[in-house]
């Protein structure tokens, strides 16, 4: 597990000490903490899906490209 501290977590802890001096401030600085670590992660799922799509489709070119070159034949 990676520990990260970067602004959303900046966010979500500088909101616990807001907490007591400004309760819509803190909620809001919660809230774009949490929606900043989401957008976060969804970008890093998207970027590695994408990744292991491209490895499936290269390892289907190529096995398409053996089934030519050792004379499979098509109907």
Same mark, same amino acid.
């Given at each position: 597990? @990676?520990?990260k %501290?970067?602004?959303p977590e900046v966010l979500v802890v500088f909101s616990l000490f807001m907490y007591s001096q400004s309760f819509p401030f803190? =909620?809001?600085a919660f809230v774009l903490g949490v929606l900043g670590? =989401?957008?976060h992660y %969804? %970008?890093?799922y998207s970027?590695?899906?994408k990744k292991a799509e491209a490895i499936n489709t290269n390892i289907d070119e190529l096995g398409t490209a053996? @089934?030519?070159l050792f004379g499979a034949k098509k109907d």
């Open positions: 597990m @990676k520990i %501290l970067e602004m803190a =909620v809001t670590r =989401v957008s %969804l %970008l890093e970027a590695e899906m053996f @089934k030519d």
